[in-house]
């Protein structure tokens, strides 16, 4: 009986702690959970303001697709030429590329924050010059208004602000939730257009760069730009406003600190960064992440997107044009009054289906903000970019069969024919948006190393905005050679072709830390990918030691176990 109860005792006891231990890892869980929950609160205000100009972004690109149309309109406050219509809408990229790499020369010695600060002004002045334009019917001030939209649009896209503010769970889904709000801008500035002459829009348009740049003036500096200028102490500030209160601030100071001065010994620590580029041949981290951001971008402009953004109205004004109907020029919109008697319902189908593709966009956005948080980089990519290849042989097949359904006697399935254009425009949409679209903009924000991330970015960027040029220049003249859907089916091939070639070299960046991410370029183990693209990572050898006293960042090299089969290390 005595042992029965000691037996009985024990099993209690154990029982009672086993309970405990639990209640403890529920505990440990909800504090967990609750700190991560209050980090990205945090995080999301201090890049509010980065959102806000990016709804500037979609406005202002989307700006053309409505405002070209209404100036082919007899009634129309001036008049413009076709060349005059490829310049409005492709101008803005003419100055992106002189500011995207004057961005990143300023942002590495004045900090993001502030740039971004400064782009608000560009917007601002575009607003008002289209404003201006309309009231004085001068084409010079819209050619102005465009290049103002561009310098604002070079500074923003080239920003790491987000990237450099944001935790590594957050950083992919905070990043691609700037292409939602881009595409709300999109949808506004299509529904406005659809009820208000383009130059209205310009009365009210600058509230928005107004208040971002209020609100920037709150936001907290980037820490790794603040550690990369020795202010230790307003970087641990930086921190503690973008961190949950109990986090290690002194362990993520280190961390960058490391990060930092590992960039500046790989680099022989005295090559400037016009050295590294003129003997980029020397740094693999650099000119591999450089290759595959413009393959990709090669990619993201032979995809179709930013024809459809730019050209929107105008093509699906052709689109649902009636056979024999030679009225497209003359009525673009059926809510001003010009000088016929009936404006035909192609105008309202028109802004309809641009309102219906920038929908489609918003939601792909968001679909694919929660996506990078579970699935590989690289998965969706190459599904983003197989739908995009069906979407544009599907668009493209559509527009054949609906150019020859006079000839080929469908008069009747015209109307289906047409919203099966649209339907298969806004399929194309969704299906580059997943992955197409906005990964150039992703990878080159998370690949190059931070000494030097600014910089390459605003380069990369900059060769972008010219194939941007060239394809919206290049478009009309396809367009005449090959017709409507031989220009889409054109598209289809090329992202066909140079699919393999991205999935083979395009790296998983999903969940890794941004030092880490580099080092697959650094340490050459690029070509040790495995088929899923995962890299055996190795941890750091010589972490940074903060000394408390001076509040200087010291190194300090300590004794490593190594591990001879996969190099690993462990402090």
Known sequence: STRDNTNLKTANTTMGLELKSSEDEKACADREAENMKNTMKKQLLAILPVYILQLCYGMSSGYPAITTPQLTLRCAAFHISSDQESWIVSLDNLATPFVCILSGFLQQRFGPKLILMLACFPYMCGWGAAAGAGHLQSVELLYASRLFVGVGHGFLV???????????????????????????GLILVFCFGALIPWYQIAYFAPVFPLMAFLLLLNSPESPVFLVSRGKIEEAEASIGKLKHKDYAIEREIENISFGLEEQKQSH??????????????KYPEIYKPFLIVMILSIVQQFSGATVIRGFVVKIFGKVFLKPGDNTLHTHTNGTYDCDTEEVPMISRLANLSAILIAVVRLFASLILAKLLVKI??????????????????????????????VPWQLENSEDLLNWSSVMSACLLVFSVN??????????????????????????SRSITCMLIILSLKIYPVIEQSIQLYGTFYLYSGTVLLLLPVIYLVLPETRNQPLA???????????????????????ENPFPPVVSKSRRDITFRKRSLTTNTENEKSRI
């Open 516 to 538: 880490s991410i580099n080092k697959q370029f650094s340490d050459n183990q690029l070509d040790q990918m495995d088929k899923k693209g995962k890299m055996d990572m190795n």
């Open 376 to 405: 590989p980089r690289r998965s969706l990519y190459a599904a983003s970019a197989v739908g995009t290849v069906l979407s544009l042989a599907f668009f493209a097949t559509t527009l054949l069969i609906s150019d020859h359904a």
């Open 158 to 184: 080239t920003t790491i602000y987000t990237v450099e503010v944001s935790s590594k769970e957050f950083r992919g889904s905070f990043s691609i939730f700037e292409g939602v709000l881009r595409s709300i």
């Open 434 to 459: 997943m992955g197409v679209q906005p990964m150039p903009l992703l990878m080159s924000s998370e690949l190059f190393p931070a000494e030097v991330r600014a910089l390459c970015k605003g380069i």
């Open 268 to 281: 022989n620590g005295e090559a400037s960064k016009l050295d590294i580029l003129r003997n980029i041949g």
